[in-house]
């Protein structure tokens, strides 16, 4: 099985920071990656495919990036609404695997 | 509108079974892969299991930890997804959500609304 090693597994920010998040793949896994966001309550949504292809209807200040092994998601300037967990997915290969998350508060 | 429109949780004991469903609307649902992933209380994402469309073979995948005990289905007439999960136990306690995703065709990553499974004596 493929192993995503996601970090930080939390992090405080201001608003307006530049928030990152790294994804590390356990062997290369090409570009297929995903990132959702997770509120409580709700289903995942998913902001970038591909490790770098915005999802229709996403804002800009979501970006990723990455190939192979390692990989960046990046929020450009953190606002009240990004409150939320982060998780990478893998879909190289099965079994899907997800990373372990990234809780994302407000400073 | 595409929607995923999941049924079928509840409580349960442990050792027994429930069968979840998911109607799919506003998409081919014959043609759409079809996976289960679960979210279990405090933790994070989890896969588990994938069945292809009839058309690539309709052939299923399942997480280990499920593999034996849970069963996943497809009726493309009434454009429905179902799970039937058997010899529950506790650490199967969890959200269950039914997705299109993943895809690597933008727009097409579509999400049930989550449905509730409780394994407890």
């Known amino acids: 099985d493929i192993q995503m090693t996601q970090s930080p597994s939390s992090l405080s920010a201001s608003v307006g920071d530049r928030v990152t998040i790294t994804c590390q793949a356990s062997?290369?896994?090409?570009?297929?990656l995903d990132w959702y966001q997770k509120k409580p309550g709700k289903a995942p949504k998913l902001l970038i495919y591909?490790?770098?292809k915005l999802e229709t209807g996403v804002p800009s200040k979501f970006s990723g990036s990455g190939s192979g092994t390692d990989f960046t998601f990046t929020i450009s300037s953190l606002q009240p609404e990004d409150i939320a967990t982060y998780y990478c997915?893998?879909?190289?290969?099965?079994?899907?695997?997800f990373g372990g998350g990234t809780k994302v508060e407000i400073k | 509108e595409v929607q995923l429109v999941q049924s079928g949780g509840g409580l349960v004991k442990p050792g027994g079974s429930l069968r979840l469903s998911c109607a799919a609307s506003?998409?081919?649902?014959?043609?759409?892969?079809m996976n289960w992933v679960r979210q279990a209380p405090g933790k994070g994402l989890e896969w588990v299991g994938r069945?292809?469309?009839?058309?690539?073979?309709?052939?299923?995948d399942y997480a280990a930890p499920v593999k034996g005990r849970f069963s996943i289905s497809r009726d493309d007439s009434k454009n429905t997804l179902y799970l039937q999960m058997n010899s529950l136990k506790t650490g199967d306690t969890a959200v269950f959500y039914c997705?299109?995703?993943?895809?690597?065709?933008?727009?097409?990553?579509?999400w049930g609304q989550g449905t509730l499974v409780t394994v407890s004596s």
């Open positions: 506003g998409f081919t649902f014959s043609d759409a892969w």
């Open positions: 069945i292809k469309s009839k058309t690539d073979g309709g052939t299923t």
């Open positions: 591909d490790a770098s």
């Open positions: 997705t299109t995703g993943p895809s690597s065709v933008a727009g097409t990553d579509y």
């Open positions: 997915q893998q879909y190289d290969s099965l079994p899907l695997t």
């Open positions: 062997q290369d896994i090409s570009n297929y």
